[in-house]
Antibody, heavy 123, light 107 residues
Framework: EVQLVESGGGLVQPGGSLRLSCAAS????????VNWVRQAPGKGLEWISYISSDSSFRYYADSVKGRFTISRDSGKNSLSLQMSRLRAEDTAVYYC????????????????WGQGTMVTVSP | SYELTQPPSVSVSPGQTARITCSGD??????GFWYQQKAGQAPVLVIYKDNERPSGIPDRFSGSSSGTKVTLTISEVQAEDEADYYC??????????FGGGTKLTVL
């Protein structure tokens, strides 16, 4: 089955750190760029980070730049997000999402999502 | 960064047509994409490249683009279409932006 499965969420204090993981299966993970997208409780979707298929390019939203680091291990079909200096406003469900590729072209949109993992930043 | 603007809510009766708009200066230079998110679930891509439909998405879902606006149209709306809908695009500064989302209510 083609899927992404996130893990690593939980409760963390402000200023703390947490590492999220995303396990990919059912497709050739090494051929796809992947992203992290989050959704605060009752709010909309917010893209936060991207990593290219070969890890050459990494992009971040301004809201997390300098605090979060995206990485991948294509040998293990896994994606990670190292989060540090966490704030209350980082509380959200975090999704990993695969870039859309069709007919040999890829687009910065997301055709496969995980089920999400909840991160709560609170004292 | 740029913004994508959607109406907060749209309401239609079953069998009617729902249209959800998304406005932004990135259009028409960039493609628009649409996602459906039902309560407690992950988003699902329903339209890509303005008007393409992924496999498995009913043909009641269609997309269009005109000037600085993209539109998601759902024909013959069914109760199961009740969800939040988000538009999305990207820009040359290597960022992705989502619209604020539109809650579709089927009366």
């Amino acid at each position: 089955e083609v899927q992404l499965v996130e893990s690593g969420g939980g409760l963390v204090q402000p200023g703390g750190s947490l590492r999220l993981s995303c396990a990919a299966s059912g497709f050739t993970f090494s051929q796809y760029s992947v992203n992290w997208v989050r959704q605060a409780p009752g709010k909309g979707l917010e893209w936060i980070s991207y990593i290219s298929s070969d890890s050459s390019f990494r992009y971040y939203a301004d809201s997390v730049k300098g605090r979060f680091t995206i990485s991948r291990d294509s040998g293990k079909n896994s994606l990670s997000l190292q989060m540090s200096r966490l704030r209350a406003e980082d509380t959200a469900v975090y999704y990993c999402a695969r870039d859309l590729c069709r007919s040999g072209s890829c687009y910065w949109a997301f055709d496969l999502w995980g089920q999400g993992t909840m991160v709560t930043v609170s004292p | 960064s740029y913004e994508l603007t959607q109406p907060p809510s749209v309401s239609v009766s079953p069998g009617q047509t729902a249209r959800i708009t998304c406005s932004g200066d990135v259009f028409p230079n960039q493609f628009g994409f649409w996602y459906q998110q039902k309560a407690g679930q992950a988003p699902v891509l329903v339209i890509y490249k303005d008007n393409e439909r992924p496999s498995g998405i009913p043909d009641r879902f269609s997309g269009s683009s005109s000037g600085t606006k993209v539109t998601l149209t759902i024909s013959e709306v069914q109760a199961e279409d009740e969800a939040d809908y988000y538009c999305q695009s990207s820009d040359s500064r290597n960022t992705v932006v989502f619209g604020g989302g539109t809650k579709l209510t089927v009366l």
